[in-house]
């Protein structure tokens, strides 16, 4: 997802003999659904898989501006501008709104943004992938924007007050991404032999990344069983893939348009489809930094923050200054 | 009247373009929620301005057909709105002399007598005068910033002085729309724009470049040469694939 991988304790779960009193207490109430706020008591590693988890889902959402952002200046119409422009737009609005969950944990975001740039910090492996015709607009919102969903959807039942409210904002936005995107695909499958030439490129190349968006299997995925039992991470990698593939399947057969995965069956029995795993090899490629636009995406990044320096020390200059002439 | 709109269309279509250029490669978080905002402001515009032109030519040609279908020699926008963003703030300089002549000229055209222009400019110079209010802020604060920020801004209002006096230059079209009483000349509003002009540089610390030498061509179609690269991104999907609909 766009927090893939995100490391917890390196421990197995505590057993309720094992914890402390306050920990127990602390798990009772994660227990019986309580959200956790800011100023009560955490283990300190739940505090720290948290800024993990929401500092790298954040970065995702900054880094998730560029690959779309390398279309808005080439969009067809006045008004599909119009809304990529408003979509990425909002996707900065949910890096701002996790920064400041981030930061109810005793972190600031200039630290965070830092993590990020000198590649210290993770974000999703599906931003590493290039946008290479207009269908990637549409295969971007109907697939990543799709697959986020899934995950930001349970999210809201997280046990972090602040992370859970910020999901219930973003998962408002996020139905207008997924619908813009299909959209995008509709009319590019009822169009031209060349778009619809595109529709399926797009599908081809973004339906392997958009399964590894919900990170590695559950029997390989070493971090998962802390999460889950504090309640970060509240759906295992399997069951969101397969929620995907559900859904997305019969969309795909709706556009027209071939499964790029030959072997998916539904099962009639359990109405689940069977579905081939992407490389995991390549997966982990790509979070080392291997992906084909990994290195372009930092540069991106490192530019913007780079030159907007002066800027920024700009506008704090001027802000002291004035509560100097106040005072 | 035809003429006239697509001056008016063609300005916010190729700034909304510039700022959208941005997306994702702004100095901070914030800005480039703001530049969105800006930028489907103008794209917004643009649609109604040519929309209308559209209609008023009266070849069957929607905002979309003109914004993508014709080439430089057809544009109509003033020269400072296709200037390159260079750096943020070029940029920033660059909307904030747009906007103060902008908001002021939405302001006269809604004195126009023709309803339609009427209606177009009275929604238009609401989110201007918004555009103006956030630059000038911007400008007052980087010019008092650090001596880097300030260094920069007066370096930008230098390179793009020359593209300001066009923008108060009557022609013959000018005066057509005047007489029609659909928009009053654009020289009308120099003295209005003379006198915020120098009161935001001052409050900037800025000072307001000699000279009057003003670069023309945009308005009759005679353009620099950065135009014909930002139509060749923008207009390449209608141009290669005519048949198809987005
Ligand atoms: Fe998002
Ligand atoms: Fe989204």
Not at chain 1, 111 to 129: C, E, P, Q, V, W
Not at chain 1, 245 to 262: C, F, M, N, S
Request: glycine residues 8%.
């Amino acid at each position: 997802m766009y927090a893939q991988t995100v490391q917890s304790t390196g421990r197995k779960v505590k057993s309720l003999e094992e914890m402390s009193d306050q920990e127990r207490a602390f798990q009772a109430r994660i227990d019986a659904g309580e959200k956790i706020e800011p100023k009560d008591w955490m283990p300190d590693g739940y505090r720290k898989t948290l800024v993990r988890q929401i500092s790298q889902h954040a970065h995702s959402e900054v880094v998730g501006q560029l690959p779309e952002g390398n279309w808005i200046t080439r969009a067809p119409t006045l008004e599909r501008k119009a809304i990529l422009l408003a979509k990425v737009q909002d996707e900065a609005g949910h890096g701002l709104y996790l920064y400041s969950a981030a930061e109810t944990l005793g972190v600031s975001r200039a630290d965070l943004i830092d993590d990020l740039l000198a590649g210290r910090a993770k974000y999703s492996s599906i931003f590493n992938y290039p946008t290479l015709n207009w269908a990637d607009m549409g295969a971007v919102g109907w697939l990543v924007d799709g697959a986020a969903i899934i995950n930001q959807v349970a999210l809201q039942r997280t046990s972090y007050g602040p992370y859970s409210r910020a999901m219930v904002r973003i998962c408002k936005e996020e139905s207008f991404h997924a619908r813009q995107g299909f959209d995008i695909m509709m009319k590019m499958v009822a169009g031209t032999a060349a778009q619809k030439a595109m529709a399926q490129d797009a599908l081809n190349r973004l339906w392997w990344p958009a399964l590894m968006m919900f990170g590695p299997p559950d029997k390989d995925s070493v971090h998962s069983a802390q999460s889950m039992a504090w309640k970060i991470k509240v759906m295992t990698n399997d069951e969101g893939r397969q929620k995907f593939v559900d859904q997305t399947i019969p969309q795909i057969e709706y556009l027209g348009l071939d499964v790029p995965d030959k072997a998916a069956r539904k099962n009639p029995k359990t109405g689940h489809y069977s579905f081939v795993d992407p490389d995991w090899d390549e997966f982990f490629a790509v979070l080392k930094g291997y992906g084909p636009c990994n290195a372009d995406r930092m540069l991106a990044r490192n530019k913007a923050h780079d030159d907007g320096a002066w800027f920024r020390e700009g506008l704090l200059a001027y802000a002291e200054k004035q509560t100097i002439a106040a005072e | 009247m035809y003429e006239f709109l697509l001056r008016m269309g063609d300005n916010t279509l190729v700034l909304g373009h510039r700022v959208s250029e941005w997306c994702g490669h702004s100095p901070v978080l914030e800005e480039d929620i703001a530049l969105a905002n800006i930028s489907l402001d103008l794209i917004g515009q643009t649609r109604l301005w040519l929309g209308l032109a559209g209609e008023v030519e009266g070849q069957g040609r929607d905002a979309d057909a003109l914004a993508y279908r014709r080439d430089a020699w057809d544009f109509r926008n003033l020269l400072i709105v296709e200037r390159p963003n260079r750096d943020y703030g070029h940029t920033l300089m660059r909307q904030f002399l747009f906007d103060l002549w902008h908001h002021e000229r939405l302001a006269d055209i809604c004195l126009s007598e023709d309803d339609r222009v009427l209606g177009i400019a009275a929604k238009c110079v609401k989110e201007a005068s918004y555009h103006l209010e956030r630059s000038t802020d911007l400008i007052v604060r980087l010019g008092g910033g650090t001596a880097e920020s300030h260094s920069r801004m007066q370096t930008a209002v230098e390179a793009l002085w020359p593209y300001v006096g066009e923008m108060f230059t009557d022609d013959a079209l000018d005066i057509e729309m005047d007489k029609a009483g659909i928009a009053p000349l654009p020289s009308n509003q120099r003295p209005r724009f003379d006198e915020a002009l120098n009161i935001t540089l001052s409050r900037a610390s800025l000072t307001r470049p000699a000279g009057d030498f003003a670069q023309k061509g945009g308005r009759s179609g005679v353009h620099t040469e950065d135009l014909g690269h930002m139509l060749a991104t923008m207009q390449f999907l209608p141009r290669a694939y005519p048949d198809a609909r987005w």
